[in-house]
């Protein structure tokens, strides 16, 4: 009787413990698994003409032409979408980590950035915390946010040279 009370009180515990250990670690591989909608906010756009495309990519090698990234997240949305208060460009499903955004105002829905004199920008653009744009564009690590487990909403303006 005693072995059996023993069992019981030796199962109890265990049976006590394990919950707590297996919903941390539950917790853990949610929060690893889980995703989560990335909304963008568009500001500052010239026109209703054309498309904006958008690009988000991890692959800070590749940064900003992540259509060079398999697992990048890309959309295109046409600008005449746009209100006062912005155009909404949004990702839904992403994962956790580190993201940077790459966004286009092609006017001419041409698919490509037109230049002037092959070096100026001729259309809108734009990036993640509205990283700045000096001989080029800029690095990953400017335009780099961390993107969590809960809905994330950002604002970019964007910025044209000519």
């Keep these: 009787m005693r072995l059996a009370a023993g ?6 515990a265990t049976l006590g413990a ?7 670690a539950a917790k853990e591989a949610a929060s690893a698994n889980s995703s989560a909608a990335v909304i963008i906010t568009v500001s500052n756009l010239r026109s209703a003409k ?3 495309i958008a690009c988000m990519t991890t692959k800070e090698t590749i940064f ?3 259509r060079e990234d398999p697992s990048a997240h890309r959309t295109v949305v046409k600008a005449n979408g746009g209100s006062a208060k912005g155009l909404t460009i949004r ?7 580190d993201y940077a955004i790459a966004l286009l105002h092609d006017e001419n829905n041409d698919g490509k950035a037109n230049r002037a004199m092959g070096m100026m920008p001729r259309e809108g653009f734009g990036f993640s915390r509205d990283a700045k744009v000096r ?3 800029p690095k990953f690590r400017d335009a780099v946010f961390t993107h969590g487990a809960a809905d994330q909403a950002l604002t970019i303006s964007m910025r044209y040279f000519l």
């Excluded at 394990?18 to 941390?24: C, F, I, M, S």
């Design 91 to 97: 990702f839904d499903d992403v994962k956790p980590g």
């Design 135 to 137: 001989m080029g564009p």
């Design 50 to 52: 054309g498309v904006v």
């Design 7 to 12: 069992l019981a009180v030796l199962g109890a």
């Design 18 to 24: 394990q919950p707590v250990a297996t919903a941390a």
């Design 64 to 66: 900003p032409k992540c």
